[in-house]
């Protein structure tokens, strides 16, 4: 037999009678399965231990992750291999903790409101793929490293350095939430999902099949920026808010990477260290994004194509083709030295103000 344990939160209100018919439902469903437990309900969260046979007990889990009254479900703890039940009399023993006076009541209801915040808070520092598969029930510290194919997105901020030296930490620290918040939006409507932020960049990657996407959100990134430039009042350093952004497709290894103290779950390989190295390019070519073959030939020709001739990476013999699209906001219309000497500017600016 196997048990888990979970915790979510409501998508909506509920009503105390929608709450009632969950453990309604539940009842009848786990009674005829073989399932037992406990549904704690309380400010807005779900806490629910579900015991039983494997099978059923997983099919159950399956239906619950798929329910739209509730979101952000994360899996506690599973055991597999329990030799007894431990709510044996409960086919699903609904308790709403917020009608209860009952005093003992109290210290589960902090503790459970502090699961729900340590949640939220763990949620937005850890990759994707570990919180899935802990929703799955997964226990990601057994994961072995994976081949996949992917589309790996680099994008870093130009002279992150001199804006750092030469700016407020408040004004720096506003630019990098400004180039992250439009990075993320662009990287994630487009289906990709970002593998690590790093310092004034970020990694993403896109799944087989989407290398179209990861050059959309690439483009997605330079006309947002363009449009946060463009709308920059004078003196406002979001008026020099440029990215360059590499692409590149292929096979990655996936997986912990570290030692027994400290994992991180990442993406290895040539497509990697490829995306990067022409992230890099964009500061010696007039393009914002660059890419390469390896995401070429898995996309329809784009109209807007536009070839940038031959690179030769570091350590590298060969010469690749490398590419980007033509559109107004995808050129690099600044030089380097220039943007080093406008973002100094602005701290003299401010000085004589
Ligand atoms: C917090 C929560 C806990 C639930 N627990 C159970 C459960 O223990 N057993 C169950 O069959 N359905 C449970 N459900 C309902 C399932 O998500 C799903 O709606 C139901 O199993 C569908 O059953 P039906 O196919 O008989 O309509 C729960 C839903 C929520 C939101």
């Known amino acids: 037999m196997k048990r888990l344990t979970y915790i979510s939160s409501f998508s909506q209100p509920l009503t105390a009678d929608e709450v009632a018919q969950i453990g309604d439902r539940s009842v009848t469903n786990n009674t005829r399965d073989g399932l037992t437990g406990v549904l704690f309900c309380f400010n807005n969260v779900f806490y629910q231990i579900l015991e039983g046979p494997e099978d059923a007990l997983n099919r159950c889990y399956a239906r619950i992750l798929k329910d739209p009254r509730h979101k952000d479900i994360f899996c506690l703890e599973v055991e597999n291999d329990i030799a007894q039940r431990e709510f044996g009399d409960w086919a699903m023993k609904t308790v709403r903790l917020d009608e209860s006076g009952d005093s003992l009541i109290r210290p589960i209801r902090t503790m459970l409101n502090s699961l729900a915040r340590t949640h939220y808070v763990l949620e937005r520092y850890s990759p994707h793929e570990v919180l899935t598969g ?63 932020l790093t310092g004034d960049g970020l990694m993403a990657y896109f799944k087989s099949g989407d290398a179209g996407n990861a050059l959309n959100a690439a483009i997605e990134i330079c006309r947002r920026l363009d449009d946060v430039r463009k709308n920059a009042k004078e003196g406002d350093p979001t008026a020099l ?62 109209s807007a194509l536009r070839g940038l001739g031959l690179y030769q990476p570091k350590g590298k013999s060969e010469h690749l083709k490398i590419y980007s699209v033509n559109y107004p906001y995808t050129r690099r219309t600044i030089d380097l030295v220039e943007l080093k000497r406008r973002i100094v500017a602005l701290k003299s600016e401010r000085a004589v103000a």
């Open 134 to 196: 802990l929703q799955k029930g997964d226990n990601p510290l057994g994961w072995t490293l994976k081949t996949s194919e992917k589309t790996i997105l680099f994008a870093d901020l130009f002279s992150s350095t001199t804006f750092a030296e030469n700016l407020h930490s408040a004004a720096f620290e506003r630019l990098l939430s400004v180039f992250y918040e439009i990075a993320n939006r662009s990287v994630t409507e487009n289906g990709g999902t970002i593998s690590k």
């Open 241 to 302: 808010l440029y990215a360059g952004i590499g692409l590149c497709s292929g096979q990655v290894r996936e997986g912990n990477v570290g030692s027994k103290l400290k994992y991180d779950y990442t993406l290895l390989g040539d497509s990697v260290n490829s995306a990067a190295r022409l992230e890099s390019v964009t500061r010696k070519v007039d393009a914002l994004v660059v890419f390469d073959d390896s995401l070429l030939s898995r996309i329809d020709t784009p």
